[in-house]
């Protein structure tokens, strides 16, 4: 009966020891996977779709006859541009804010196809600023005397809502990112990782190179990244730069903002006038500005491109392609501008959303936030789809990511053999193998007692 006992007690004992194993390396492998580095899916283009209430959905309900546009005031309120009462009140009841205005969106862009069909003069750029309701033309220092008469009447004759300014500098793509690439044509920056599903890409500035630039990693040559596939430059302002392996690999979802740190982009939209914007690049860094005008025209020396982002962020050569991004939203990549990071300047950037659905990509973006914007996503974008509904001056980047050590850091082992990850569950793993040893040890000796207490017997 006593050694009947013993055995039940033995087996209990190896059994329990077998599930604390099982159970102390599960618990070190879910420690492991919890503090892996989120994977990466793709979103389709965007990812902030006007909700009910916001000012592009008021613009659509309300039409461009009688609305002018939309921007989030220093308050992070809504506000939109109404040309009659009857307007502005549905724009209250909304919950936004309404300005009652002279011209209509329809007689803002009557203005710029007017100026689009004068005689093209590089140097030139023009937006429709939606706070003034006027057409803003620009012109820099390369600009003569001659033409700036010429596009003077020009603006006289579509009335007094086109205002005319001189600006410092001169307009010109940036090209000399976030990550700097660099091919024969000159050095760019890398903008935002997307994929057709098949095969991954970098989206850059389009005059940043022609189709078929190869572009590396480095000055000397040696660390190859790929080959531009696509370019649309002038016109637009974006290129897709193929991976040579096929692969944007650990850190797709992450943009770089110097010294070892990067932001993590959790989605793709449009901008709204008014709000905060970041930009990182090669050159400068990591500055910030506000959105100044949409859909803007800038006839570059090397020919026009239309339909961009206006911003007074800072840029300088070598930043062209970088990412424009708030809140961790893929909004634009660097086209160019004027001045300069020491004294300011205004700078354009080539809509991502448009970008994307040109060339047929998404972005790529962590699993996470894939997940959560699949619920909701729609499959284009909205005209100017607001956001980020909060104040611009609490406006931030998105959530900060280390840009080194991705792949090392990332694998299974490597977390498995972090100390903050195993501490419980190699205690529970210790233990049990602790009582393994014990059952196996009290057996052997129970065993070597009764082989004597029987050759005891047998002998004597």
Not at 122 to 141: C, H, I, L, P
Not at 193 to 221: E, K, M, Y
Not at 241 to 255: F, K, L, M, P, R
Not at 385 to 412: K, M, R, V, Y
Request: charged share 15%; aromatic share 6%; hydrophobic share 35%.
């Amino acid at each position: 009966m006593r050694h009947a006992r013993r055995r039940i007690v033995r087996r209990v004992t190896r059994l329990a020891a077998v599930g604390g194993l099982l159970l102390g390396g599960a618990m070190v492998t879910q420690a492991a996977m919890a503090s892996e580095t989120p994977g990466t899916s793709a979103v389709p283009f965007s990812s902030t779709d006007a909700a009910p209430g916001t000012g592009a959905s008021l613009i659509s309900e309300l039409g461009t006859a009688r609305t002018a546009g939309t921007w989030v005031g220093a308050d992070g309120k809504t506000v939109v541009a109404v040309t009659d009462e009857k307007a502005a009140a549905a724009v209250e009841q909304a919950g936004a804010e309404a300005k009652m205005v002279g011209h209509s969106m329809n007689e803002l862009k009557a203005a710029t196809a007017t100026l689009r069909s004068a005689p093209r003069v590089a140097g030139t750029a023009w937006v429709m600023d939606y706070k003034t309701n006027q057409v803003v033309v620009q012109a820099d220092s390369t600009v003569s005397a001659t033409d700036w008469s010429d596009m003077t009447k020009v603006a006289s004759g579509i009335g007094s809502y086109v205002r005319m300014e001189r600006t410092k500098g001169t307009f010109t793509t940036r090209v000399n990112g976030a990550v700097p690439i660099l091919s024969t044509g000159g050095r760019c920056s890398a903008g935002f990782n997307v994929t057709n599903g098949q095969s991954d890409f970098i989206l850059t500035a389009g005059h940043c190179g022609p189709t078929g630039s190869v572009w590396f990693a480095d000055n000397r040559g040696t660390q190859e990244l790929g080959k531009t596939v696509q370019q649309n430059f002038p016109g637009s302002d974006f290129s897709l730069v193929q991976y040579d392996s096929g692969t944007a690999g650990q850190g797709a979802d992450i943009v770089a903002i110097g010294n070892g740190n990067g932001v993590r982009i959790t989605g793709v939209g449009d901008p709204a006038v008014g709000e905060r914007v970041f930009r990182s690049g090669s050159t400068s860094g990591l500055h910030d500005g506000e959105v100044k005008g949409l859909d803007a025209t800038v006839n570059y020396p090397e020919g026009t491109v239309t339909g961009l982002i206006e911003t007074n962020v800072c840029a300088e050569p070598g930043d062209s392609g970088g990412p424009l991004f708030s809140e961790g939203i893929a909004l634009g990549v660097t086209s160019g501008g004027s001045g300069d990071c020491t004294s300011g300047g205004t700078t354009f950037f080539q809509p991502v959303t448009k970008a994307m659905q040109a060339l047929g990509v998404q972005l790529i973006v962590s699993k996470q936030a894939a997940a959560g914007q699949n619920a909701s996503q729609s499959p284009a974008p909205s005209d100017s789809a607001t956001h980020s509904a909060i104040a611009p001056n609490t406006t931030t980047p998105g959530s900060s990511a280390p840009t080194s050590g991705l792949a090392s850091g990332s694998t299974l082992l490597a977390r498995l053999t972090d100390p903050r990850n195993i501490g419980p569950g190699m205690l529970v793993i210790g233990g049990s193998l602790l009582a393994l040893v014990a059952t196996r040890y009290i057996r052997a000796e129970q065993d070597r007692k009764e082989y004597r207490r029987y050759y005891s017997a047998t002998w004597g």
